[in-house]
């Protein structure tokens, strides 16, 4: 069983900063696709920023250079460090990966978190 936990978010004024964790737990062989998403009330979920497969980083068109997506192979974690945060940047943030399990070939399955709350005060 793969589990998705994300931290690091609460409130912050506007101009601050947040660096959000997303904890990957369980028995992996493979990760792929670590994302960030976002969902402001009333809206849809939109993607915040993306380490796709062959390391291909893509962005949200409204961050605009302010955050920057990361991960450690390490202990599998990946990050989201948001800079000059702005109201309109308040939601849930979630994490997303793709993830392989089980033996020999294995078996990709999607996993999400279960969000965490970012609030920008003006």
């Not at 390391?55 to 989201?80: A, C």
């Amino acid at each position: 069983q793969v589990k998705l936990v994300e931290s690091g978010g609460g409130v912050v004024q506007s101009g601050g900063s947040l660096k959000l964790i997303c904890e990957v737990f369980g028995s992996t062989t493979g990760l792929s696709g670590r994302g960030w998403y976002r969902q402001a009330p009333g809206k849809q979920r939109e993607l915040v920023a993306i380490i796709a497969s062959g390391d291909n980083i893509r962005y949200g068109d409204f961050v605009k250079g302010r955050f920057t997506i990361s991960r450690d192979d390490v202990n599998k974690n990946f990050y989201l460090q948001m800079n000059a945060l702005e109201p309109d940047d308040t939601g849930v943030y979630s994490c997303n990966v793709d993830a392989r399990t089980g033996k020999g070939w294995g078996t990709w399955s999607n996993y999400w978190g279960q969000g965490i709350q970012v609030t920008v005060a003006a």
